[in-house]
């Protein structure tokens, strides 16, 4: 594994593989940040192909619905004649849920660029850009097509500011030049704040807005170590359910979706408790995931797991509540 020294270097590195075959892909259950930094790096690329492991988020499809993106342009298997892969917001290939085997497999140049520190891959074919000084993938994704000198159109400086956005925890880790790089996305958008917050803050059908609090309604509340922490099952996207949490009061909120053969969770944590307490939620969802026979992963806030072990999905949960408690008691 070599290290990407800065922006230039990426965008070199990235210029290198423009008129190859290139995959661009991103962790599992893709959010709007993985996607939108993904969309934006193809256009440096003339055969670029976006590709999900498995599928996105529902927030994630519909923002790419709102910047004229359609879900149906992200393909949905790992070419077969690929020469280059990039991969965005993720920080190794156990985050990449099907695409592991292949990507640990293949021989040609992977680049890997992110906003959190790697874990140690092995490998003279993988480069890494992790400037943790960016609180997004689509930060640094815009400071790269703005050093190409690519166009960028309204649809894309939308998409970008919902990757942003959404990735800095709705602003709460934004740095100076997140705002700078908001202002000048809005510039070329041309929208305002208020329409950016609109463009946010969706609100879903009264049927989808009921099953949520009925969810929140029957969630297990408990507090461990000064914390608040919700869990429960929820009949909708639990990733939703767990941000509404959130954005209620909780400090950590873990849901897992009912229902079908596979069990699925997704754990928020309101910043910065991650930085206080030293918790990443994504290490700690990748390092359980063997409970339920499947693979986790995502950043200190925000993360998610999934597998086929719907009877251990009970004993994931605990353990990963016992965790937590060990860090914070």
Same mark, same amino acid.
């Given at each position: 594994?070599?290290?990407?020294?800065?922006?230039?270097?990426?965008?070199?590195?990235?210029?290198?593989?423009?008129?190859?075959?290139?995959?661009?892909?991103?962790?599992?259950?893709?959010?709007?940040?993985?996607?939108?930094?993904?969309?934006?790096?193809?256009?440096?690329?003339?055969?670029?192909?976006?590709?999900?492991?498995?599928?996105?988020?529902?927030?994630?499809?519909?923002?790419?619905?709102?910047?004229?993106?359609?879900?149906?342009?992200?393909?949905? #298997?790992?070419?077969?004649?690929?020469?280059?892969?990039?991969?965005?917001?993720?920080?190794?290939?156990?985050?990449?849920?099907?695409?592991?085997?292949?990507?640990?497999?293949?021989?040609?140049?992977?680049?890997?660029?992110?906003?959190?520190?790697?874990?140690?891959?092995?490998?003279?074919?993988?480069?890494?850009?992790?400037?943790?000084?960016?609180? #997004?993938?689509?930060?640094?994704?815009?400071?790269?097509?703005?050093?190409?000198?690519?166009?960028?159109?309204?649809?894309?400086?939308?998409?970008?500011?919902?990757?942003?956005?959404?990735?800095?925890?709705?602003?709460?880790?934004?740095?100076?030049?997140?705002?700078?790089?908001?202002?000048?996305?809005?510039?070329?958008?041309?929208?305002?704040?208020?329409?950016?917050?609109?463009?946010?803050?969706?609100?879903?059908?009264?049927?989808?807005?009921?099953?949520?609090?009925?969810?929140?309604?029957?969630?297990?509340?408990?507090?461990?170590?000064?914390?608040?922490?919700?869990?429960?099952?929820?009949?909708?996207?639990?990733?939703?359910?767990?941000?509404?949490?959130?954005?209620?009061?909780?400090?950590?909120?873990?849901?897992?979706?009912?229902?079908?053969?596979?069990?699925?969770?997704?754990?928020?944590?309101?910043?910065?408790?991650?930085?206080?307490?030293?918790?990443?939620?994504?290490?700690?969802?990748?390092?359980?995931?063997?409970?339920?026979?499947?693979?986790?992963?995502?950043?200190?806030?925000?993360?998610?797991?999934?597998?086929?072990?719907?009877?251990?999905?009970?004993?994931?949960?605990?353990?990963?509540?016992?965790?937590?408690?060990?860090?914070?008691?």
């Amino acid at each position: 594994m070599r290290q990407i020294k800065d922006i230039e270097s990426l965008l070199g590195e990235l210029a290198a593989h423009r008129s190859r075959r290139v995959l661009l892909t991103f962790h599992s259950m893709g959010d709007t940040d993985a996607i939108a930094s993904a969309i934006a790096l193809s256009r440096l690329m003339i055969k670029p192909t976006v590709a999900t492991a498995d599928t996105i988020t529902s927030n994630a499809a519909r923002m790419l619905r709102r910047s004229g993106h359609g879900a149906e342009r992200i393909e949905h #298997s790992f070419p077969p004649d690929v020469d280059a892969v990039v991969i965005t917001d993720a920080n190794d290939f156990d985050q990449c849920g099907a695409f592991k085997e292949r990507l640990s497999s293949f021989a040609g140049p992977v680049i890997i660029v992110d906003h959190h520190a790697p874990t140690e891959i092995s490998g003279d074919n993988v480069l890494v850009f992790d400037d943790e000084s960016f609180n #997004s993938t689509s930060s640094i994704a815009y400071e790269v097509l703005k050093l190409a000198r690519l166009a960028i159109n309204e649809n894309l400086a939308e998409l970008l500011l919902m990757g942003i956005i959404s990735d800095s925890a709705e602003l709460k880790n934004a740095s100076a030049k997140t705002f700078i790089e908001m202002g000048e996305l809005m510039g070329i958008a041309r929208m305002d704040y208020q329409s950016v917050l609109d463009d946010m803050r969706h609100i879903a059908p009264p049927e989808s807005r009921a099953e949520t609090m009925q969810d929140l309604a029957s969630a297990s509340i408990e507090v461990k170590g000064g914390l608040l922490i919700v869990h429960g099952v929820s009949n909708g996207p639990a990733n939703l359910v767990a941000d509404d949490a959130i954005r209620v009061g909780a400090d950590l909120a873990i849901f897992r979706s009912g229902g079908g053969n596979e069990a699925s969770f997704s754990a928020r944590l309101r910043p910065p408790l991650d930085r206080q307490y030293g918790i990443h939620l994504g290490n700690l969802m990748k390092e359980l995931a063997p409970i339920i026979n499947g693979t986790g992963g995502g950043h200190p806030c925000a993360a998610g797991a999934y597998g086929t072990g719907v009877a251990n999905a009970d004993a994931f949960l605990r353990k990963l509540l016992e965790r937590v408690e060990e860090t914070v008691e």
